[in-house]
């Protein structure tokens, strides 16, 4: 593993959100400072809270190259608002807003994903409404029945660990789903069956699959996220799988993120989502790839090559 090679020392933040504060985010930050230690990256922590947005700048001319007291900011938040601030101050972001922006929600993933022509499930995305209105009708269902059938997968835009994710087997559960929801922003999905409970998860940084695990259920779930009782083994992806996961990250402008991948009918990849900050816990544990090492070591490159 090389070291840090150069005669200043590489400064960076690592941003975080203030408001998650559970071992399973606590553990990332920890192995990114340690990572940071290996590669005597002088990386200092701060919650989003910390780094207020203050428009217009009282000191404008001081946020002038404001940029320059660090090399680099790990953006390890979906706060794009705040994300959009310190671009738009001088530093420089890995991941970028817009790639962060365009991850975070699945119908601009979907949508931009779709217009690269890249392979994924038929998706409809549900017309917009407002917290104080709702949903006046749910005519549109009609639509995404005939488009879709059954069984339907509900997205909500915003969402994680399948936790925002559901399967409607019929008329009367996709109405209860997307009440349930309410006005928040969802996509409906064709059900993969071929990919029933199972998926591949790879790991990008870069031009590189650093590592990949197959996930799957044997709990009936639909859904191979681990958080929902999935298990993961060591996996050696396709060519295929691998092109599309970089062309992925390339749409979307993303430095590094986890992709889903799920299994279509004759085997071929179809893209699922893509995840600009994905835990890398479990793939560590699955193949000892630490991700945090890599991430970091490549945002050393990038700093050598701005330097
Ligand atoms: N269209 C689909 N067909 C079959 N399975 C799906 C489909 N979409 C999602 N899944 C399953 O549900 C899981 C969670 O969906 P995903 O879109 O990755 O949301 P999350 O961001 O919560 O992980 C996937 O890992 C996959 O196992
Ligand atoms: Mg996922």
């Known amino acids: 593993m090389s070291t840090n090679i150069y005669k200043t020392p590489v400064k960076g933040y690592l941003v975080t959100n203030s408001y998650l504060i559970n071992s399973k985010f606590s553990i990332i930050h920890q192995w990114f400072m340690e990572s940071a230690k290996k590669y005597a990256i002088d990386l200092k922590g701060f919650g989003n809270s910390q780094l207020p947005i203050y428009l217009p700048g009282d000191r404008e001319d001081s946020r002038e190259g404001k940029g320059r007291e660090v090399d680099f900011v790990l953006f390890w938040d979906k706060d794009i608002r705040l994300a959009k601030f310190l671009e738009d101050s001088g530093y420089t972001l890995y991941n970028s807003s817009r790639a962060i922006a365009?991850?975070?929600?699945?119908?601009?993933?979907?949508?931009?994903?779709?217009?690269?022509?890249?392979?994924?499930?038929?998706?409809?995305?549900?017309?917009?409404t407002f917290d104080t209105i709702g949903y006046a009708n749910l005519d549109f269902l009609e639509e995404v029945e005939a488009l879709i059938g059954y069984p339907c997968v509900v997205k909500e835009c915003f969402g994680s660990f399948g936790q925002q994710v559901y399967l409607a087997r019929s008329q009367a559960e996709l109405m209860a789903i997307t009440l349930k929801i309410g006005s928040k922003p969802m996509l409906f999905q064709e059900f993969i069956e071929s990919s029933m409970g199972r998926d591949v998860r790879l790991q990008v940084v870069g031009e590189e699959v650093i590592a990949s695990m197959y996930r799957y259920s044997d709990n009936g779930?639909?859904?191979?996220?681990?958080?929902?009782?999935?298990?993961?083994?060591?996996?050696?992806?396709?060519?295929e799988q691998i092109d599309l996961a970089l062309l992925c990250c390339k749409t979307l402008g993303l430095d590094f993120a986890g992709v889903d991948i799920l299994f279509g009918r004759d085997g071929e990849p179809l893209v699922c989502e893509v995840n600009s900050n994905a835990h890398f816990k479990n793939i560590y544990d699955c193949t000892g790839v630490n991700a945090a090492d890599v991430i970091l070591e490549y945002i050393l490159g990038k700093v050598k090559g701005a330097k």
């Open 102 to 128: 365009l991850s975070d929600d699945k119908s601009l993933t979907h949508l931009a994903l779709s217009k690269a022509g890249i392979p994924m499930p038929k998706t409809y995305i549900a017309p917009m």
């Open 221 to 239: 779930d639909f859904r191979a996220n681990i958080t929902a009782g999935g298990k993961m083994k060591p996996y050696e992806p396709t060519k």
